[in-house]
C-alpha cells in the first residue's frame, strides 16, 4: 500500500473462521465450501473487484474457531472539492425508436432498465433468463436490434446467450452487463453494475451505432 491517508472500514467476526488452504482461495471467482446450490462463490470475488475499483485494498485475518476480520482500505478524499462527482451530460444522450431485449434475473434490474429505456424512445421486451431470452429471439430474430444481458444467470450465463444469438441471427447488436469485473475483462463492450440510467442510454447508443 503507498502511504497517505486511508478511511478503514472494518468487519469482524465471531464465526467459524477459516482454514489456510480456504484463506488462499476466498476471492476466487466461484469458490466456495458451501454446498451445491447455497453459495455461489461470487461474494468474496465482488468485493474485491468493488474495493479495487476504487483504488482501495482489502486484507483479512481468520483464525478457525474464532472468527474472521476483513479490513478494507480506501484513499482519503481531503480536498472537498474532488469529492463532488463531476455531473455527466445525461441531456446528451440520444435516444431512438430500436428494439431492445432484455435479460437479467433480477427482477428489479429488469424493471428500472425497461423503464430508461422506454423512456429514451425504444421498444422494450424482456427475459428473466437464457432460455426464455432464446425463445424470444427465435420469435422476433427480424425485429430485434439488440440485446442487453446480464452476464451472471443460473442455467445460461450471458455470453453463452450471445452465441446462441449470433447463430440465430448475426445482426443482433449485444451488450453484456455485469456486477463482476473479471468476467468481462477481455470484452470490448460491456457495462458495469451498478449504472445509472443514462450510462445505460449512452452504451446502447453507442453499440446501436457502432459498425
Ligand atoms: N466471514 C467468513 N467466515 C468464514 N468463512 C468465510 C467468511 N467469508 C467467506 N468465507 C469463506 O470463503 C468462501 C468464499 O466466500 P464468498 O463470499 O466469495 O462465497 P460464498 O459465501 O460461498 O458465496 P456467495 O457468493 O453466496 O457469498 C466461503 O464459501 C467461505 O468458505
Ligand atoms: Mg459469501
Redesign the pocket.
Known sequence: MPPGDYVLLLIS?T????SEE?QK???EPF????ELG??????????YGLVQQHDGFIQFN?QLGE??I?RIYFPAVIEKSSFSRKKEPELMVRGGKETILLVDDQIDILSTSKETLESYGYKVLIAGNGIQALEIIEKYKDLIDLVVSDVVMPDMDGIELRMLCQRINPSIKFLLMSAFSPKLENEKDYLLKPFLGHQLARKVREILDSG
Open positions: 467476526d464465526g467459524i473462521g477459516m480456504v482461495h476466498i476471492f469458490f466456495t465450501t458451501k447455497q453459495g455461489t462463490g461470487l461474494g468474496l470475488a465482488t468485493v481468520s472468527g474472521t476483513f
